[in-house]
């Protein structure tokens, strides 16, 4: 059975950090790439990263280069994404997702979570 589920949003102020987690299971080795994406209200989904399972390559939005983290844990089944130096327009509900590979486009990846909230404000 396939499950994705992310953990780890909440409520913090500008330059702060979160650790979101994305415990995801139960598909095929085919589906390699472990990709986050985030929506805000009125705006539509955007990836922000995305890492191979396989080789561990990462690929990251511009806007968040330098200031968020992409790892995984093969063995824990877990992705994370580290955010620093956060900013009120990364407030945004985050997602997981998983596809064949890391790609920009929403509608590559098959299997998503429900999503956590992050908010950044003072």
């Known amino acids: 059975q396939v499950q994705v589920v992310e953990s780890g949003g909440g409520l913090v102020q500008p330059g702060g950090s979160l650790r979101l987690s994305c415990a995801a299971s139960?598909?095929?080795?085919?589906?390699?790439?472990i990709g986050w994406f985030r929506q805000a209200p009125g705006k539509e989904r955007e990836a922000v990263a995305c890492?191979?399972?396989?080789?561990?390559?990462?690929y990251y939005r511009e806007s968040v280069k330098g200031r968020f983290t992409i790892s995984r844990d093969n063995a824990k089944h877990t992705v994370d994404l580290q955010l620093n130096s956060l900013e009120p327009e990364d407030t945004a509900v985050y997602y997981c997702?998983?596809?064949?590979?890391?790609?920009?486009?929403?509608?590559?990846?098959?299997?998503w979570g429900q999503g956590t909230q992050v908010t950044v404000s003072s």
């Open positions: 890492i191979s399972r396989s080789d561990g390559r990462t």
């Open positions: 139960g598909f095929s080795l085919d589906y390699n790439g």
């Open positions: 997702a998983t596809g064949y590979g890391c790609h920009n486009d929403p509608a590559e990846y098959a299997y």
